[in-house]
C-alpha cells in the first residue's frame, strides 16, 4: 500500500534527473514491451471496463454518427486517450508518446468545433503530462501520492482564477469561441487536475470528476451546435467520468489508501 504525505508543488519530481535517464526514458516508449507493460496487472475490474469502453467508443464513432472528417480523429484519440487514463488509475505508465497523439487528435477536433480553450488545454496535456512523463519514466509510478497541504490549494486557487481570466479573454477577443464561458472554465479545470496528476496529488480525481462534468456539457453543446463528430469525444467524456469514480473509489489513488 503507498504512503501518502501531505505537501505541495514545491516536491520536486524531476530533481537529480540526468540527461542520459532522459534520453533511456525516451527509448523505452519505442518499444512494443513498454505498451504491453502499460495494460498489464490491471484489475479484473478494469480490464472489463476498458473493454467495454472501446465497444461504446467504436460503436458511437462509425454507427451512430455519419462518417466526416472529424470521425477518425475524434475516435482514435479517445481510443488512445481512454486507454491511457485506465492506466494511469492502474499505475501503470501508458502516457507519453500515446498521450502526446491522443491530445494532438483530440486539440485538431476542438479546433474544428471552435472550442479553443480546450485545445489548450490537449497543449498542456501534452507539455506536462506526456512530455514530463517522458523524462522521468518510472519515478512517476514509483512516486508516492500526496495529500496536498493548504498553501498548496491556495497557490493552485490563484494560479485556476488567473488562467480561467487568461482563458477566457482569448477565447471571448482572439479566438471568438461560441462556447467561450463553459470552455474556458473546462479547460482551466483540466488543466489545475492535470498538474496535480504529475506531481501525484490525490485530489487530482477530484478536480477531473469536476472537469469531467463539464466536458460532457461542452461536448453535448457542441453536438447541439451542428458538430456530429463530437458524439465520441461526448461519450469519451462520459467514459471519463466513470474512471474518475473508479479511480477515487477502487484504484491506488482512492483516499482509502492511506496508511
Not at 469514480?245 to 482512492?254: D, E, N, V
Request: hydrophobic share 45%.
Amino acid at each position: 500500500m503507498q504512503h501518502v504525505s501531505k505537501s505541495h508543488f514545491s516536491d520536486n519530481i524531476f530533481s537529480n534527473l540526468s540527461w542520459k535517464e532522459v534520453k533511456a526514458n525516451f527509448k523505452e516508449v519505442l518499444s512494443p514491451q513498454f505498451y504491453v507493460r502499460g495494460v498489464s496487472g490491471w484489475s479484473k475490474t478494469y480490464y472489463a471496463f476498458w473493454a467495454f469502453g472501446l465497444a461504446v467508443l467504436t460503436y458511437t464513432g462509425f454507427v451512430m454518427t455519419p462518417f466526416n472528417t472529424l470521425s477518425i480523429p475524434s475516435w482514435l484519440g479517445s481510443i488512445i486517450g481512454f486507454t491511457c487514463v485506465c492506466a494511469i488509475s492502474n499505475s501503470s505508465r501508458l502516457q507519453g508518446l500515446a498521450g502526446l497523439i491522443s491530445a494532438a487528435l483530440i486539440a485538431s477536433v476542438s479546433i474544428a468545433t471552435g472550442n479553443y480553450a480546450n485545445a489548450f488545454m490537449q497543449f498542456v496535456y501534452g507539455m506536462t503530462l506526456d512530455v514530463g512523463s517522458l523524462m522521468i519514466g518510472d519515478r512517476w509510478t514509483a512516486r508516492e501520492t500526496h495529500n496536498m497541504d493548504k498553501f498548496g490549494y491556495t497557490m493552485l486557487s490563484l494560479g485556476g482564477i488567473l488562467l480561467w481570466a487568461f482563458l477566457f479573454f482569448m477565447d471571448m477577443n482572439v479566438f471568438h469561441s461560441p462556447r467561450a464561458v463553459i470552455d474556458s472554465f473546462e479547460a482551466t479545470l483540466g488543466v489545475m487536475s492535470g498538474m496535480l496528476l504529475l506531481f501525484r496529488y490525490k485530489s487530482a480525481y477530484i478536480g477531473f470528476t469536476f472537469s469531467g462534468i463539464f466536458s460532457i456539457v461542452l461536448w453535448g453543446i457542441t453536438l447541439k451546435s451542428g458538430h456530429p463528430g463530437s458524439l465520441v469525444l461526448f461519450f469519451n467524456y462520459i467514459l471519463y467520468l466513470m474512471n474518475d469514480g473508479f479511480a477515487l473509489t477502487i484504484s491506488s489513488w482512492s483516499y482509502k489508501n492511506k496508511d
